[in-house]
């Protein structure tokens, strides 16, 4: 290659996973709010198992993580996907399955449960 030709850097590699939830599962005991009274516990562990049960789990699938605290208390219990980075607030476990049939399997946003862009801590 001389050095007149535009440089074309390597093509980037395939992620080794193709999403990331983090489940905030802080614990806070100074009376301020934190996921972890939302039974946040709860819901990450059924996820690990809804998505190890959908096949999901592995290299090249989604990675379940848990997460302390992601400054948007205000909004808990609170999850986040990656690499959209869309923030979700859940209730039950049901909408835990929903987050991983729709998003984390097919790619569809769970509209009804994405937190509001203005909730922080
Ligand atoms: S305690 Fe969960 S986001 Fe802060």
Known sequence: MSSSEPHNPSPQPSPYFKRHIFFCLNERNNGEASCSQHRAQDAFDHCKRAVRAAGLNGAGGVRVNKAG????????PVAVVYPEGVWYTYVDVADVDEIVQSHLRDGRVVSRLELDPSVGR
């Open 69 to 76: 605290c992601l400054d948007r208390c205000a909004g808990g």
